[in-house]
Nanobody, 122 residues
């Protein structure tokens, strides 16, 4: 069974950058669309970005367009979220997720990591 493990979270000043990584175990990683989500205290979990299994197509929420970049390295079973020009409102626990289905963009994510905290100080 595939497992997802995020890393790269931490404390960063506003305007700074951070790169999150999500490593997947299992041989079928390269066939899954992958996504990043986040959940701030007291708020619902929200979609951040997603990437097709080929890496050729991506989607972002409007609030992060132009600042965040999702990418993947199927040879390393890893998906990344490069976050630039961070804002205090980006503070949240960030989760990666895998979608087993074939729809694009995914309508559902089936497997979740444990999350990594990102805190942006003003």
């Amino acid at each position: 069974q595939v497992q997802l493990v995020e890393s790269g979270g931490g404390l960063v000043q506003a305007g700074g950058s951070r790169r999150l990584s999500c490593v997947a175990s299992g041989r079928t990683f390269r066939s899954y669309a992958m996504g990043w989500f986040r959940q701030a205290p007291g708020k619902e979990r929200e979609f951040v970005a997603t990437i097709h299994w080929t890496g050729d197509s991506t989607y972002y929420r409007d609030a992060v367009k132009g600042r965040f970049t999702i990418s993947r390295d199927n040879a390393k079973n890893t998906v990344y979220l490069q976050m630039n020009r961070l804002k205090p409102e980006d503070t949240a626990v960030y989760y990666c997720a895998a979608s087993y289905g074939s729809n694009w963009p995914p309508g559902r994510y089936d497997l979740w990591g444990q999350g990594t905290q990102v805190t942006v100080s003003s």
